[in-house]
Structure formats: structure tokens, C-alpha cells
């Protein structure tokens, strides 16, 4: 049953009409619960918010798949908006974003254009930019992107999706490049062919993953909600003496407060991820794919309002 209903909300992410209602109606039914706002001065008071209680957060402007060369470059300008927003405002926070929003599937020196321009701003103000992981489809052409540009700029941070088969080679592949890694166990829908089809081996990856990395020496975002990766983590670093400085837990913004405010008392860096934008229907509706509790959660949101 699970399955069924993760696949049902997968394919509702891709509906094309329902993302069109989606933006007449807003961030109503239960999505501004998980999304900061449409832009991103609506944003900026919920940052300094959860600044105030001690968590760091990185912010995502929403939209992919963009095949507009015009929107490609809008999308970029609206993400150096954002780093000179959070100078401005001195929030700690740290700016992700999708390479296909940056005009991927448009050309290859479009998209390295806009991101030479996003991350020249940002170390400017010595903000970290992470480059979110897509579908299975775009991963080599991500890493390689990553890769490329990793060398000129050291703020540039990158994502490996534990549910892949390849991604134990893509992490031995990016450990020359002393990587700054978010590890995530993946959430879109994809093959038998590439990925675990179950969710124990894909959480045993996800344990292997962080163990690599962090014994390899770089420093790792576990990005997680599940216990079982939070405590595995907890005693992993205690086991190999690996200071709290070398990694840190991301939580999705207003999944998991108590476990967010609970890891902060105990001494470790919590970062919260927040999305803002009108493009919000294809991230909630594969939040609501990735755990059936979040259903309850939006239902809750639309009949409060």
C-alpha cells in the first residue's frame, strides 16, 4: 500500500495541470506548512527566525526543468538575489539549487554561464551554493558540472542519492575533489534498472555512504528525517572521534522540529532546508510521496484554513 501510494503522488508531481492550479491557488492546502513563501522576502523573517533558535538553513528557489533560455537566466538572476538578500540581512544561510532550473536541457555552456555568475556572487559574500540532485537521468551530467567548476570554486557543494546503484563509484569518484556533500536517500521515481527497489537496501547504502565520506575526511550534510540514519550517525562520529565540525544533520523545513530542536541541545549543527517560490507543487507532492504521515499533514493544512 505504501508503494501505491508513493508511485500515486510521484506521478502527480509531474501532472502539468495540477502544477498550473497550484500556482492560482498558492501555497495553501497544508504547502506553506513546508515552503517559506513565495518569494523570498516572505522568506527572510522565518531564516532569521530559525537563526535566532540556534539552526544555520539553506534555501532553495523552486522550479526545474525549465527549456527557456529567458527563464534559465530570470532563475539565476532570482538565486544572486538571494545570496546579496542573505549578506544583506546577515542570515546564516546557505543557497541550493537544481541545475535544469539553470538551463541544463538547454545547453551545456548556458547552464555553466548561469552558475558562474551565481557562484562568483556567493564567494563574494563567502556563501556556500549546493547543487541539488535530480532524476537518475541528469546525475552524470550534474557530477560532472560539479566537478568542472569545483576547482575555480571551493563554495560549491553537491548531492549523492543513496537509492542509486552508482552512487558508492560516484563517491570514490568525487573524493579527490574534497567534496562538500548532502547525502540523501532520493526521491523520485526510477527504475529497478538503476536504483534499490527497496527500502532497506537503500537505507543500508545511505549508512554506507555517510560512512565513507566521513571516514574519507570530507565533510558531509546527512539529510535525513529517519531515526535509525540520525542515530547511526550519532554513534559513528563517537566511535572514530569525528568532531562536530566535519558534518551536520539537514531536516526539511517543518518536518521534525522536536528531532531538529533535540540534535541542537546535544551539540550538533542542524540545517534546515527551506524552498520558497511559486514552483512548489512538484516538491510537496513528492514530500507527500516520500512519507505517508506527511497525507495527514497536508489534509491538516487544508482544513485549518
Known amino acids: 500500500m505504501e508503494a501505491i501510494s508513493k508511485n500515486f503522488f510521484l506521478y502527480l508531481s509531474n501532472n502539468k495541470m495540477l502544477d498550473r492550479m497550484a500556482k492560482r491557488f498558492g501555497t495553501r492546502f497544508g504547502a506553506d506548512k513546508i515552503v517559506g513563501g513565495e518569494t523570498f522576502p516572505q522568506a527572510i523573517p522565518l531564516i532569521k527566525q530559525l537563526n535566532e533558535e540556534g539552526l544555520v538553513v539553506t534555501v532553495d528557489h523552486l522550479g526545474e ?4 533560455e529567458s527563464e ?13 538578500q542573505i549578506a544583506a540581512h546577515q542570515l546564516q544561510s546557505e543557497v541550493s539549487l537544481k541545475l535544469t532550473s539553470l538551463g541544463l536541457d538547454i545547453s551545456h555552456e548556458l547552464v555553466m554561464e548561469n552558475m558562474e555568475l551565481i557562484l562568483k556572487e556567493a564567494e563574494k559574500h563567502g556563501i556556500t551554493v549546493t547543487i ?16 568542472a567548476l569545483k ?7 553537491t548531492v ?17 575533489y574534497d567534496p562538500y556533500l548532502r547525502l540523501v536517500k532520493g526521491a523520485y521515481k526510477e527504475s529497478g534498472k538503476v536504483a534499490f527497489p527497496e527500502k532497506k537496501l537503500v537505507d543500508d547504502n545511505l549508512k554506507h555512504l555517510i560512512r565513507k565520506n566521513l571516514l574519507n ?16 550517525t550519532k554513534q559513528l562520529v563517537k566511535e572514530h572521534d569525528i568532531p562536530n565540525d566535519r558534518f551536520e544533520f539537514q531536516m526539511l523545513y517543518g518536518m521534525r522540529t522536536q528531532m531538529q530542536a533535540d540534535l541542537l541541545k546535544e551539540g550538533y549543527k542542524v540545517r534546515v532546508y527551506m524552498p520558497y517560490g511559486e514552483d512548489w507543487y512538484g516538491y510537496f507532492m513528492r514530500r507527500l510521496a516520500e512519507r505517508p504521515a506527511n497525507i ?3 489534509m491538516k493544512g487544508i482544513f485549518s484554513k
Not at 575526511?217 to 547511526?232: F, K, L, R
Open 65 to 68: 526543468f525549465v527549456d527557456c
Open 72 to 84: 534559465s537566466r530570470d532563475r539565476a538572476g532570482e538565486c544572486i538575489r538571494s545570496i546579496q
Open 132 to 147: 541539488d540532485m535530480e532524476d537518475s537521468s541528469r546525475c552524470g551530467a550534474t557530477l560532472d558540472i560539479y566537478k
Open 151 to 157: 576547482k575555480d570554486y571551493p563554495n560549491l557543494g
Open 160 to 176: 549523492v542519492q543513496s537509492y542509486l546503484y552508482r552512487s558508492d563509484q560516484d563517491l570514490d569518484d568525487l573524493n579527490e
Open 217 to 232: 575526511g570530507n565533510y558531509t550534510a546527512i539529510a535525513s528525517h529517519d531515526d535509525a540514519i540520525v542515530a547511526y
Open 296 to 298: 495527514a499533514f497536508a
